[in-house]
């Protein structure tokens, strides 16, 4: 992908990434216009959702990932595993995540392997932005409790995201009304019929202000990628 001569069309605050969406901004953020590759064809458009603003994406820096039961390790695994390879090539700790879970204890992955959890109540910093893991049969899997917690973060106004089926979990919250998102394929059409007040997008992953939410297998890779480029910078990343 290209760097932003295309897009000079809108000069200031240019956010570039050279994978999935590519995004730009008007000066007044709200405006985003964006490139999306798929299959093989690339399109272009105009939505009037303001993106995260480029000093909030690069203050993110202590994540926590909320497994639901059934979540899918390949999404999750993708998502820490860019933290971690930041932490190890930059020789320092930019960033900090935590597993956590309404209870704490062990949350089993649809692959059968079970995670540590700690209880949301044992955060001793709040997050900056939390993540919800979905997978498999996530209906079942959110349980009360689950937005409970869900809604509490986002009183604190902390950023909220999802992993796969995760988006799920929002948008039964009331998280996501008046909110553009993404979500695995396979549940998009019963979840546009369930959830009329979000608009859900056939993209890889989404960023509307506060909310990131991005589909399951490798596209949580891109998604990262993208969220600590603006503290470590686009040529490390690439």
Request: glycine share 8%; hydrophobic share 40%.
């Amino acid at each position: 992908h290209g760097g932003g001569a295309p897009f000079s069309l809108l000069p200031a605050h240019p956010r570039v990434k050279p994978y999935g969406m590519l995004v730009a901004l008007d000066p007044t953020m709200k405006t985003r216009l964006w490139l999306a590759k798929t299959s093989g064809s690339t399109r272009f458009g105009f939505e009037g959702t303001p993106h995260m603003s480029p000093d909030r994406t690069a203050s993110l820096s202590n994540f926590a990932f909320m497994a639901l039961p059934n979540f899918t390790m390949i999404a999750f695994s993708n998502a820490v595993e860019v933290l971690r390879m930041a932490n190890y090539l930059s020789g320092q700790e930019l960033y900090r995540w935590t597993v956590v879970s309404p209870d704490g204890g062990p949350v089993t992955a649809s692959n059968g392997l079970a995670v540590e959890t700690a209880p949301v109540a044992s955060l001793q910093q709040q997050p900056d932005v939390v993540f919800v893991c979905g997978g498999v049969d996530v209906q079942h899997a959110t349980t009360n409790t689950h937005l409970s917690e869900l809604r509490r973060f986002a009183r604190s106004g902390v950023a909220l995201g999802s992993l796969c089926t995760g988006t799920y979990a929002l948008a039964r919250a009331g998280l996501l009304d008046g909110y553009a998102c993404a979500i695995h394929w396979e549940n998009m059409s019963a979840l546009k019929e369930e959830f009329p007040s979000t608009r859900f997008l056939k993209e890889l992953f989404v960023i509307d202000r506060d909310r990131i939410t991005c589909t399951g297998g490798v596209a949580p890779l891109d998604m990262m990628l993208h969220l600590i480029a603006p503290r470590i910078g686009t040529p490390r990343v690439t």
